[in-house]
């Protein structure tokens, strides 16, 4: 299956969710997440993140990222449709340490 990782907290830049067969993300406040029952393993949305911040959970050392997404993907409500992403995303591109600060 595939993740969301840090980079998409405060970017949330949504192409992601236009391109889902299955609709499969789920929104927080500042980042999207993937529920890994519903995903079908297709990639499709991978090369669509503009910031690089989508994963398959085949990488090494992704695991709290497995289990955020997991959890986040039962609470946050599913969303089909891109939105705006926030005013400030281009500036908090790569920005570090942003699930520690920013996280929401
Ligand atoms: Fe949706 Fe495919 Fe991405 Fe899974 S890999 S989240 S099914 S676009
Ligand atoms: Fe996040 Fe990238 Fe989707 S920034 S919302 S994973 S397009």
Redesign the pocket.
């Known amino acids: 299956?595939?993740v969301v990782t840090e980079d998409c907290i405060a970017c949330k830049h949504m192409d992601?969710v236009e391109?889902?067969?299955?609709d499969?993300?789920y929104e927080g406040e500042n980042m999207l997440v993937?529920n890994s029952d519903e995903?079908?393993?297709?990639?499709?949305?991978?090369p669509e993140c503009p910031i690089d911040a989508?994963k398959s959970d085949s990488e090494s050392g992704l695991e709290s990222w497995v289990e955020l997404n997991r959890k986040y993907a039962r609470l946050w409500p599913n969303i089909v449709e891109k939105g705006l992403p926030p005013a400030n995303a281009k500036a908090m591109e790569g920005v570090p340490n942003k699930f520690r600060d920013l996280f929401s």
């Open positions: 299956t595939y992601c391109v889902c067969p299955v499969c993300f993937i995903c079908i393993d297709c990639g499709v949305c991978e989508i």
